[in-house]
């Protein structure tokens, strides 16, 4: 009932930036939480940044300083600016949600998008 978009992936040099955009779309009640994470392959997924509803956000050590989460609630967008890029930041980022949708009742839910790549490299 939720679909999450994601845009903004590609190819940079070290010390580039890039910025990821997430729109959320459907039957949405309420999107408590919004958030990037990451999976290189033989890796865990890994938390990159998140943005609650009231704006309060939470980072990586790895990426604090370099990396802004932001979220526009009108919009049900999150966006993810990546600056001063690494080569280990170089991975599959994925937009996650966590949204209230009413199907008869309000049900809470956990959404994924399809993931987007970024590599950084020379």
């Known amino acids: 009932q939720v679909q999450l978009v994601e845009s903004g992936g590609g190819l940079v040099q070290p010390g580039g930036s890039l910025r990821l955009s997430c729109a959320a779309s459907g039957s949405i009640f309420n999107i408590n939480y919004m958030g990037w994470y990451r999976q290189t392959p033989g890796k865990q997924r890994e938390l990159v940044a998140t943005v609650r509803s009231g704006g309060t956000t939470n980072y990586a050590d790895s990426v604090k300083g370099r990396f802004t989460i932001s979220r526009d609630n009108a919009k049900n967008t999150v966006n993810l600016q990546m600056n001063s890029l690494k080569p280990e930041d170089t991975a599959v980022y994925y937009c996650?949600?966590?949204?209230?949708?009413?199907?008869?009742?309000?049900?809470?839910?956990?959404?994924w998008g399809q993931g987007t790549q970024v590599t950084v490299s020379s």
């Open positions: 996650n949600a966590v949204v209230t949708i009413a199907v008869g009742t309000l049900v809470t839910r956990n959404y």
